[in-house]
């Protein structure tokens, strides 16, 4: 059996085992720094965020930034409400007219402005990649200094798929022109909520 | 054995002396890019360090990862094959594909299956295979093999994929790269949305919880696994790393070295299938236990695929990634290459100054240029070069050995070069004068002067 | 100082560049050294172990080791020869002999620096000058910080070239890229070590430079010949030669 005989090469063959070294913490930082390095690495790779002050309807943000979205699925529990109905099943051919796809972010990494979505977020997996446009909603209070900080506060949520999304889809495949909008969305913009406001998701 | 390979191909592409320096720029442009996000991180060097202690934990109790990992793969519904080698990674896909009545397969990047020669393998026996990404979609359009391990067009001027896209896509002939790019999402989008099945590589396979981590900046990955029926993951089986912790210190090294880019676009961590369609991993030795078994070498299967090394190398920027004759091409092509073939190899790790660059660039702390040295004694050992270049050593070396005969010889080069420099400096014989001038021939060596002048001996 | 130093010179500058061997002991001797030349030396052995035969290389190291054995310090003008001894002669059995050796060999700016403490080489060079910082010495012995790791062109040679009077060091878009030289490599692989060295003198020469120095005389001797192809107005110098009060 090819998997016995690769198994017993690699064990004859490893070596002497050598130490795991300990990952330490390395340097957090305030709230305010933490949102601030958010926003300009979020600029950096090709984002937009917008502040969702003073009780704004997150219907009336989308409609001033998107105008023109005509089929809008949301996995939002609070209005726009989706035009399409999207499930587990939905075929592809569908899927790929979502213009609009609005979701929740569960934390914000503040050295690459990535945002964690995952299962419990969505509606179907496909939707931050085939929509032409997507909207994360994300709690700055969610916002953590780093990548080993993401994990830790990941750590122990079970979910059968999830991606840190840092920006909108790009490319810079030919002769290095940087091109944003490659095969995902064209636009990625973070909806900063007001801090502590909680909103729990349709899916949950 | 053909030991002049890589200089024989660089000579070809170096004739195009202002294409060369495009290149040579274009690439130099992205080295840039990468040392100002790396010099951006305080902690980048405690970053290299861990990443480097991390992969040489996990190379040495492989076994115990591997295993770890298709245990809890298999408890999250997911299906796993091993291969040997790439013929058996190739049976393994269309076995795969045909049970399902496959026709097309939308594949990301993987250099696995590059090196497994999987597309022509799945053409031949009646799959339509569409790359995705925008590079490899470029250059399977242009029927030629990836030139980089990251960016695999970086060969292919505008203009050039302008003429590709107009005669294979039948767009117009503007070199814009929105536009061109633009052509592609439509082109690709379409056929991603109708593929039977969709392929990845794995960027990292997380032995704690089984899950594959897919790293691209289009999307193309998620857009083509999330909506296809059956998704295949391609990966080495050094892709395994412990657990998912350690994914912060790989992922803050990876695309900031690969681009300069802080993250990529998206970091896709598979778990489990979706609901209702099928995920499976195929784990792939093709040579790489073969060289965890030599201990002087075992360090390159720390490579996480960034490229970085290719992007400094002062020689792969001036001869491109098609002269080094492999799959994976540049300083870690040079020191992998010769373990799976050292007689085709052989001339790679000649290929190099020996300068460093890559080393200090490398996020794994691989010291290739150590390791370059070391193939070069293995490929005399094991007489992989030419008897010309053995004779010549051996005389060297015997000379060198002795005073008087290297004083004997020392004057005999002096008097050549003086008198008779048509013969030493032939532009058509002797190399160096092609484009050099030869240096001086002086009356005096330093040891004759002291002798004279301070009476020694 | 206390101490025996003997001066290594390499094979090729003993055959081709003699000026620099005796720019080396002529600045020793200014800065107090009473330096030997002990005449047994011939070779470190690097030509032969890079090309991949270092068991070729073994005779002509171990003859080095016994040249030297003895001597507090090993200096010589050569960062490549320094790092092949300092780093390859692993190849030989380790005795106490062969690591002292090894230890005691310096390259001749980190010996003026850090043994002899020169913070001053008192003489003056007027003229615009590239620093070409040679590889092993860059990033094999670490004598200043590579570019990679994000330094800024220092390290040893430079930090007594800047106390030169009257001396202008110039800048350069890639200042510690490779000039392409490599050994056997400058044959084997001829076109691209021309290109590479066409491109460092194109640097130097966009940026003014009337000198291009080094400590490595190897390095030199590649762009040299192509300075010399190419008849551009440039020279080139070894350090020792600018720190010894030389002139063009």
Same mark, same amino acid.
């Given at each position: 059996?090819?998997?016995?005989?690769?198994?017993?090469?690699?064990?004859?063959?490893?070596?002497?085992?050598?130490?795991?070294?300990?990952?330490?913490?390395?340097?957090?930082?305030?709230? +305010?720094?933490?949102?601030?390095?958010?926003?300009?690495?979020?600029?950096?790779?090709?984002?937009?965020?917008?502040?969702?002050?003073?009780?704004?309807?997150?219907?009336?943000?989308?409609?001033?930034?998107?105008?023109?979205?005509?089929?809008?699925?949301?996995?939002?529990? %609070?209005?726009?409400?989706?035009?399409?109905?999207?499930?587990?099943?939905?075929?592809?051919?569908?899927?790929?007219?979502?213009?609009?796809?609005?979701?929740?972010?569960?934390?914000?990494?503040?050295?690459?402005?990535?945002?964690?979505?995952?299962?419990?977020?969505?509606?179907?997996?496909?939707?931050?990649?085939?929509?032409?446009?997507?909207?994360?909603?994300?709690?700055?209070?969610?916002?953590?200094?780093?990548?080993?900080?993401?994990?830790?506060?990941? &750590?122990?949520?079970?979910?059968? =798929?999830?991606?840190?999304?840092?920006?909108?889809?790009?490319?810079?495949?030919?002769?290095?022109?940087?091109?944003?909008?490659?095969?995902?969305?064209?636009?990625?913009?973070?909806?900063?909520? %007001?801090?502590?406001?909680?909103?729990?998701?349709?899916?949950? | 054995?053909?030991?002049?390979?890589?200089?024989?191909?660089?000579?070809?592409?170096?004739?195009?002396?202002?294409?060369?320096?495009?290149?040579?720029?274009?690439?130099?442009?992205?080295?840039?890019?990468?040392?100002?996000?790396?010099?951006?991180?305080?902690? =980048?060097?405690?970053?290299?360090?861990?990443?480097?202690?991390?992969?040489?934990?996990?190379?040495?109790?492989?076994?115990?990862?591997? #295993?770890?990992?298709?245990?809890?793969?298999?408890?999250?519904?997911?299906?796993?094959? =091993?291969?040997?080698? &790439?013929?058996?990674?190739?049976?393994?896909?269309?076995?795969?594909?045909?049970?399902?009545?496959?026709?097309?397969?939308?594949?990301?990047?993987?250099?696995?299956?590059? @090196?497994?020669?999987?597309?022509?393998?799945? @053409?031949?026996?009646?799959? @339509?295979?569409?790359?995705?990404?925008?590079?490899?979609?470029?250059?399977?359009?242009?029927?030629?093999?990836?030139?980089?391990?990251?960016?695999?067009?970086?060969?292919?001027?505008? %203009? #050039?994929?302008?003429?590709?896209?107009?005669?294979?896509?039948?767009?117009?002939?503007?070199?814009?790269?929105?536009?061109?790019? @633009?052509?592609?999402?439509?082109?690709?989008?379409?056929?991603?949305?109708?593929?039977?099945?969709?392929?990845?590589?794995?960027?990292?396979?997380?032995?704690?919880?089984?899950?594959?981590?897919?790293?691209?900046?289009?999307?193309?990955?998620?857009?083509?696994?999330?909506?296809?029926?059956?998704?295949?993951?391609?990966?080495?089986?050094?892709?395994?790393?412990?657990?998912?912790?350690?994914?912060?210190?790989?992922?803050?090294?990876?695309?900031?070295?690969?681009?300069?880019?802080?993250?990529?676009?998206?970091?896709?961590?598979?778990?489990?299938?979706?609901?209702?369609?099928?995920?499976?991993?195929?784990?792939?030795?093709?040579?790489?236990?073969?060289?965890?078994?030599? /201990?002087?070498?075992?360090?390159?299967?720390?490579?996480?695929?960034?490229?970085?090394?290719?992007?400094?190398?002062?020689?792969?920027?001036?001869?491109?990634?098609?002269?080094?004759?492999?799959?994976?091409?540049? /300083?870690?092509?040079?020191?992998?290459?010769?373990?799976?073939?050292? &007689?085709?190899?052989?001339?790679?790790?000649?290929?190099?100054?020996?300068?460093?660059?890559?080393?200090?660039?490398?996020?794994?702390?691989?010291?290739?240029?150590?390791?370059?040295?070391? =193939?070069?004694?293995?490929?005399?050992?094991?007489?992989?070069?030419?008897?010309?270049?053995?004779?010549?050593?051996?005389?060297?070396?015997?000379?060198?050995?002795?005073?008087?005969?290297?004083?004997?010889?020392?004057?005999?080069?002096?008097?050549?070069?003086?008198?008779?420099?048509?013969?030493?400096?032939?532009?058509?014989?002797?190399?160096?004068?092609?484009?050099?001038?030869?240096?001086?021939?002086?009356?005096?060596?330093?040891?004759?002067?002291?002798?004279?002048?301070?009476?020694?001996? | 100082?206390?101490?025996?130093?003997?001066?290594?010179?390499?094979?090729?500058?003993?055959?081709?560049?003699?000026?620099?061997?005796?720019?080396?002991?002529?600045?020793?001797?200014?800065?107090?050294?009473?330096? #030997?030349?002990?005449?047994?030396?011939?070779?470190?052995?690097?030509?032969?172990?890079?090309?991949?035969?270092?068991? +070729?290389?073994?005779?002509?190291?171990?003859?080095?080791?016994?040249?030297?054995?003895?001597?507090?310090?090993?200096?010589?003008?050569?960062?490549?020869?320094?790092?092949?001894?300092?780093?390859?002669?692993?190849?030989?059995?380790?005795?106490?002999?062969?690591?002292?050796?090894?230890?005691?060999?310096?390259?001749?700016?980190?010996?003026?620096?850090?043994?002899?403490?020169?913070?001053?080489?008192?003489?003056?060079?007027?003229?615009?000058?590239?620093?070409?910082?040679?590889?092993?010495?860059?990033?094999?012995?670490?004598?200043?910080?590579?570019?990679?790791?994000?330094?800024?062109?220092?390290?040893?040679?430079?930090?007594?070239?800047?106390?030169?009077?009257?001396?202008?060091?110039?800048?350069?878009?890639?200042?510690?890229?490779?000039?392409?030289?490599?050994?056997?490599?400058?044959?084997?692989?001829?076109?691209?070590?021309?290109?590479?060295?066409?491109?460092?003198?194109?640097?130097?020469?966009?940026?003014?430079? #009337?000198?291009?120095?080094?400590?490595?005389?190897?390095?030199?001797?590649?762009?040299?010949?192509?300075?010399?192809?190419?008849?551009?107005?440039?020279?080139?110098?070894?350090?020792?030669?600018?720190?010894?009060?030389?002139?063009?």
């Amino acid at each position: 059996m090819s998997r016995d005989a690769i198994l017993a090469a690699v064990r004859a063959y490893q070596g002497d085992e050598r130490p795991l070294p300990a990952i330490p913490a390395f340097e957090s930082e305030s709230h +305010d720094a933490l949102l601030a390095r958010f926003k300009a690495a979020l600029g950096q790779v090709g984002g937009r965020w917008v502040e969702r002050t003073g009780g704004r309807d997150l219907a009336e943000i989308i409609r001033s930034h998107y105008p023109d979205a005509a089929s809008i699925v949301s996995a939002v529990d %609070e209005p726009p409400s989706s035009t399409l109905a999207i499930a587990a099943d939905t075929a592809p051919a569908e899927l790929v007219r979502v213009e609009l796809a609005v979701l929740r972010g569960r934390l914000g990494v503040a050295e690459n402005a990535a945002v964690w979505v995952d299962e419990a977020q969505l509606l179907h997996r496909a939707l931050p990649f085939v929509a032409e446009h997507c909207v994360l909603l994300l709690d700055p209070g969610d916002l953590v200094t780093d990548m080993h900080a993401a994990y830790a506060a990941l &750590a122990g949520r079970r979910s059968g =798929w999830g991606a840190f999304i840092s920006g909108p889809s790009k490319t810079a495949d030919i002769e290095q022109s940087l091109v944003i909008g490659a095969q995902g969305p064209r636009t990625l913009l973070v909806v900063l909520d %007001e801090p502590g406001r909680s909103l729990r998701t349709r899916a949950g | 054995m053909n030991p002049e390979t890589h200089a024989t191909a660089a000579t070809s592409f170096l004739r195009d002396a202002e294409r060369t320096g495009w290149h040579d720029q274009a690439l130099w442009f992205v080295r840039q890019k990468r040392d100002l996000a790396a010099h951006a991180v305080p902690e =980048w060097e405690t970053l290299r360090d861990l990443a480097s202690a991390i992969k040489r934990h996990t190379v040495s109790r492989l076994a115990q990862y591997l #295993e770890e990992f298709e245990r809890r793969a298999a408890d999250n519904g997911v299906v796993a094959h =091993w291969a040997r080698d &790439a013929a058996e990674h190739n049976a393994v896909v269309l076995g795969i594909l045909r049970g399902r009545g496959v026709r097309r397969l939308v594949k990301s990047k993987s250099m696995l299956t590059e @090196e497994c020669r999987l597309n022509p393998f799945l @053409e031949r026996n009646g799959v @339509e295979v569409v790359e995705t990404d925008l590079g490899e979609r470029i250059v399977q359009l242009a029927g030629e093999e990836p030139s980089h391990i990251v960016m695999p067009a970086i060969h292919r001027k505008k %203009e #050039e994929v302008a003429a590709l896209f107009h005669r294979t896509l039948g767009t117009r002939e503007d070199p814009d790269p929105v536009y061109l790019a @633009e052509a592609a999402r439509r082109h690709l989008r379409g056929l991603m949305a109708s593929a039977d099945a969709a392929l990845t590589g794995v960027n990292f396979a997380v032995a704690e919880t089984g899950a594959m981590v897919v790293c691209t900046n289009e999307g193309n990955a998620d857009v083509g696994a999330h909506l296809a029926p059956v998704h295949i993951a391609s990966m080495g089986l050094d892709k395994v790393i412990p657990r998912t912790e350690h994914l912060g210190v790989f992922l803050r090294l990876l695309a900031r070295s690969a681009t300069g880019q802080p993250v990529t676009a998206y970091t896709s961590h598979f778990v489990t299938p979706r609901p209702g369609a099928e995920l499976h991993v195929v784990i792939v030795d093709n040579g790489r236990t073969a060289q965890l078994g030599r /201990p002087d070498f075992r360090e390159s299967l720390h490579c996480i695929r960034c490229g970085a090394c290719l992007n400094t190398c002062p020689v792969y920027r001036r001869s491109g990634g098609h002269s080094y004759g492999v799959t994976v091409a540049g /300083p870690i092509g040079a020191i992998v290459a010769p373990g799976l073939d050292l &007689a085709a190899h052989a001339s790679l790790p000649f290929a190099s100054t020996l300068c460093g660059s890559c080393a200090d660039v490398c996020p794994v702390k691989i010291d290739i240029p150590g390791q370059l040295y070391r =193939w070069r004694q293995v490929a005399v050992a094991g007489g992989q070069v030419s008897w010309r270049k053995r004779l010549g050593m051996r005389l060297l070396g015997a000379t060198l050995a002795s005073v008087s005969r290297y004083e004997r010889a020392g004057r005999l080069v002096r008097l050549l070069l003086r008198r008779a420099p048509g013969v030493i400096g032939h532009p058509a014989l002797d190399p160096w004068s092609r484009s050099r001038e030869l240096p001086p021939a002086p009356k005096e060596s330093f040891r004759e002067w002291y002798r004279r002048e301070r009476g020694a001996r | 100082m206390n101490g025996r130093v003997a001066l290594f010179v390499p094979c090729y500058v003993d055959q081709l560049y003699p000026q620099v061997a005796r720019a080396t002991l002529e600045l020793l001797d200014r800065h107090g050294v009473g330096v #030997e030349f002990p005449p047994e030396q011939t070779c470190c052995g690097q030509p032969m172990a890079n090309a991949g035969c270092e068991r +070729d290389a073994l005779e002509t190291a171990r003859g080095f080791v016994r040249t030297f054995a003895g001597y507090d310090y090993v200096v010589s003008p050569s960062g490549s020869c320094v790092h092949h001894v300092r780093h390859h002669y692993d190849v030989l059995e380790q005795t106490d002999e062969v690591r002292e050796v090894r230890a005691r060999t310096f390259e001749l700016c980190q010996f003026l620096v850090e043994v002899l403490k020169v913070e001053d080489p008192g003489v003056a060079f007027p003229h615009r000058v590239g620093v070409h910082v040679g590889c092993h010495a860059q990033r094999g012995l670490r004598l200043g910080e590579s570019s990679e790791l994000g330094g800024r062109p220092g390290g040893v040679m430079r930090v007594l070239l800047e106390r030169v009077r009257g001396i202008e060091l110039v800048e350069l878009d890639r200042f510690d890229e490779c000039c392409g030289f490599g050994g056997t490599f400058c044959v084997t692989e001829e076109t691209v070590s021309v290109r590479m060295g066409q491109d460092r003198v194109s640097d130097h020469a966009r940026h003014g430079a #009337e000198v291009i120095t080094s400590g490595d005389m190897s390095c030199l001797m590649h762009m040299d010949g192509i300075i010399r192809r190419q008849r551009l107005p440039i020279r080139v110098l070894h350090v020792a030669e600018i720190l010894n009060g030389g002139t063009v």
